[in-house]
């Protein structure tokens, strides 16, 4: 899967980095073009497999030395372990709450624009703008409209990726956000040993506000060796400096790797396969 910055990234092009913007679904030309790339990423995101770091933090979770994992991605690698499962929509039940927390959304799902309610994405209907079938098929029954025309022209809604968009603002009244919030009030106020950052640049001001949240709040409180590590092929921005004990300027996937030869296991792949056969 391409990374979002960097080189090969999904942003060299205007175009698809565009795609990611709230704003481009104000215009009809834009939302072809908003749809059309969520599905070819859905497309790629299926026909990938997880990576080493991917499938360190599931080993992570299977040893039980894993709290949560807070994912930025969309493309679901993580969850293809099921011991990194997820909900969607996700609700706040304190005794049983998943691993991986989807703070971006995902491309797993499709949600209606109108009621709110939750379909699995089909990457071909977006691909080839099939609007049709992105017609919300609950609104259509409950609005007696056969087709996207008739169900819009009834306020019907489409099935829109279940992805948050830059400078969007979920509902007031959305419970995936509000339950989001809720269980990271719960990690925060939770004493944790360690919490490693991986993988993202934190450039936006809202996943940094999330990591001064996490890295700063109560988890740390009653631990005499607090650990906050960093590991990125650039250094974390300066406003988030301070927060780190550890900074380790290396390729997560390397580290991962290094990992496994530390505990004696090479075969990356078999480790794969056996963690996702866990769920069969």
């Known amino acids: 899967m391409p990374c979002f910055r960097g080189n090969g990234g999904v942003y060299k092009s205007s175009e ?20 059309k790339a969520m599905g070819e990423f859905a497309t790629k995101a299926r026909g990938a497999n997880p990576t080493p770091f991917h499938t360190m933090v599931a080993t992570m979770a299977v040893l039980k030395k894993l709290r949560r994992c807070y994912t930025l991605n969309i493309d679901c ?16 039940i304190p005794r049983d709450l998943p691993l991986t ?16 309610r939750f379909k699995e994405l089909i990457p071909e209907f977006y691909t080839g703008l099939n609007w049709d079938k992105i017609a919300c098929p609950s609104c259509c029954i409950r609005l007696g ?48 040993h360690t919490f490693v950052v991986a993988g993202t640049s934190a450039t936006l001001i809202s996943t940094q506000n999330v990591l001064k949240d996490l890295a700063g709040g109560k988890s740390y409180a009653s631990t005499p060796q607090r650990r906050v590590v960093w590991i990125g092929l650039s250094p974390p921005p300066q406003a988030l400096t301070p927060l780190f004990s550890h900074v380790l300027i290396e390729d997560c996937q390397l580290v991962a790797i290094a990992y496994f030869e530390a505990i004696g296991e090479a075969r990356i792949d078999k480790m794969q396969w056996d963690l996702q056969g866990m769920a069969r």
């Open 101 to 116: 927390i989807q703070l971006h959304g995902s491309l797993e799902y499709a949600r209606c624009t109108a009621c709110g």
């Open 77 to 92: 690698l993580e969850t293809r372990f099921d011991v990194l499962r997820t909900q969607t929509p996700l609700v706040f």
């Open 16 to 35: 698809a980095k565009n795609a990611f913007t709230f704003d481009t679904l104000r215009s009809r030309k834009g939302a072809d073009i908003y749809y």
């Open 145 to 192: 409209g056969s087709d996207i025309r008739e169900a819009k022209a009834n306020t019907g809604g489409a099935l829109r990726p279940n992805v948050i968009l830059y400078d969007e603002n979920p509902p007031v009244d959305d419970i995936c956000a509000e339950s989001r919030v809720k269980v990271l009030q719960k990690d925060i106020a939770a004493p944790v």
